[in-house]
């Protein structure tokens, strides 16, 4: 049984660009969640994604944006990079919105120089 | 806000010595307490849990209990291995959802 795969696994991009990261779920899982961990820190919630639809979001930018897909794969897109945006991003997922037991994929390394 | 802190590392312990990683939270509400542990170039494994007040979450010999009345959920272990070297998060999720508010962190290193 593959757990949650995330794709690359390691990005460089230049300051202003735009990028995309990509997450399959656990077999069986319908909500995607998406974290931002920056270097030393804890993760950061950054939205999730239940039936195709954002139903929660933390405190980011809309620079950040997500999509679910019907086989409920999902994308995070990040556009005008910036610096500070280099971080390890982290998908999770899980069965249901309030279902507690979040599986977490080993994440894009993505830098911005 | 809902938030959690944990005692800053690193934390460096022998082989089989006994160990304790202090967490506590702010948070409306009932949240579930969680505790995973990050691995070098690794994502974040699920260690244990607990779901309500006095409940005691344990696996692999780690184990925490959620006490409410001092709003903590301190990770304890009674002997340590090389092998349990990694980064440890306390984390909450509230019951507006399965959204997880995280710790800082708190690296262990267990020397041989």
């Known amino acids: 049984d593959a757990g949650v795969t995330q794709s690359p696994t390691h990005l460089i991009k230049t300051r202003g660009q735009q990028v995309t990261l990509r997450c399959s779920p656990k077999?069986?899982?319908?909500?995607v969640s998406w974290y931002q961990q920056a270097l030393g820190q804890g993760p950061q919630f950054i939205f999730q994604?239940?039936?195709?639809?954002?139903?929660q979001r933390g405190n980011f930018p809309d620079r950040f944006s997500g999509h679910q897909f019907p086989n409920y794969s999902s994308e995070l897109n990040v556009n005008a990079l910036l610096l500070g945006d280099s971080a390890l991003y982290l998908c999770?997922?899980?069965?249901?919105?309030?279902?507690?037991?979040?599986?977490f994929g080993q994440g894009t390394r993505l830098t911005v120089v | 806000g809902d938030s959690v802190t944990q005692m800053e590392g690193p934390v460096t312990l022998s082989e089989e010595a006994f160990l304790t990683i202090n967490c506590t939270y702010t948070?409306?509400?009932?949240?579930?307490l969680f505790w995973y542990v990050q691995y070098p170039g690794e994502g974040l494994q699920l260690l244990l849990k607990?779901?309500?007040?006095?409940d005691k979450g344990s696996n692999k010999g780690f184990e925490a209990t959620y006490r409410k009345e001092t709003t903590s959920f301190h990770l304890e272990k009674g002997s340590v291995q090389v092998s349990d070297s990694a980064v440890y998060f306390c984390a909450l999720s509230n019951n507006a959802g399965n959204m997880l508010t995280f710790g800082g962190g708190t690296r262990l290193m267990v020397k041989p």
């Open positions: 077999s069986g899982h319908d909500t």
């Open positions: 948070a409306t509400g009932y949240p579930s």
């Open positions: 607990a779901t309500k007040a006095d």
């Open positions: 994604y239940y039936e195709e639809e954002e139903r």
């Open positions: 999770a997922s899980s069965l249901g919105q309030l279902n507690t037991e979040a599986f």
